[in-house]
């Protein structure tokens, strides 16, 4: 049927893979009715956009085989785009704008031996993650909340130093950010200002100057 080729032997979609550089797939069953509805939109694509050896339109009845749980294929209709063998884009549910952006950017793969990333992404290999990139990329170095950390524990250590009793003086510091967090309610959905802090206790002790008053 048109440009498209049904497949459901996995020697044969080895072939296929082995053969041409891009491959789109549309994984289906007969009892699906979105698949039927988005079916002639995948025909008319392969029709304007397949080219032998270059970029090929498959597609694999998923009650026939194991080429679906090969890839993993829960939901139906499922959409692949492999390039070289690794899949690089998947569209699932029938999503005529989906798919043809993503038939549009596979496109670019064979003119001009262009590269993956046109879809963002390294790919995914068939079992693996697909990431890409060392963590520290993804580690953002604030300087404001550098500063106010350090400012939070340079206050912790001086209301601790200069009282007695340095334990409960940091506890209920207002450089503790527990105290900040038990002090913020949270009301339909913002984030409220902290309540007022309590007033300071009467002191236990005197000083030689209320001694030198009495």
């Known amino acids: 049927m048109g440009a498209t080729q049904h497949i459901d032997d996995k020697v044969e979609w080895d072939h296929v893979l082995e053969k041409t550089q891009v491959v789109v797939v549309d994984f289906y069953a007969d009892w699906c009715g979105p698949c039927k509805m988005i079916g002639p939109h995948f025909e008319r694509l392969a029709d304007e956009y397949a080219r032998p050896k270059k970029m090929a339109f498959v597609k694999v009845n998923t009650e026939k085989g194991s080429i679906g749980q090969m890839y993993g294929v829960r939901s139906l209709p499922t959409f692949k785009v492999l390039h070289k063998g690794i899949v690089v884009e998947t569209v699932t549910g029938a999503n005529p704008a989906a798919l043809a952006g993503a038939i549009v950017k596979a496109s670019k793969l064979v003119q001009g031996g262009g590269s993956a990333e046109v879809f963002g992404n390294r790919g995914q290999t068939l079992g693996g993650s697909g990431s890409s990139g060392s963590v520290l990329s993804n580690i953002n170095f604030d300087p404001i909340s550098i500063v106010n950390h350090i400012i939070t524990i340079l ?60």
Do not use: H, Q, W
Request: net charge positive.
């Open 155 to 214: 206050g912790l250590y001086l209301v601790s130093f200069f009282s007695s009793d340095a334990y409960r003086s940091a506890k209920n510091s207002s450089f503790n950010i527990e105290n900040k967090k038990s002090n913020t309610r949270v009301v339909n959905g913002n984030a409220m200002k902290p309540a007022a802090a309590a007033p300071p206790k009467p002191k236990t002790f005197k000083t030689l100057a209320d001694l030198s008053a009495e």
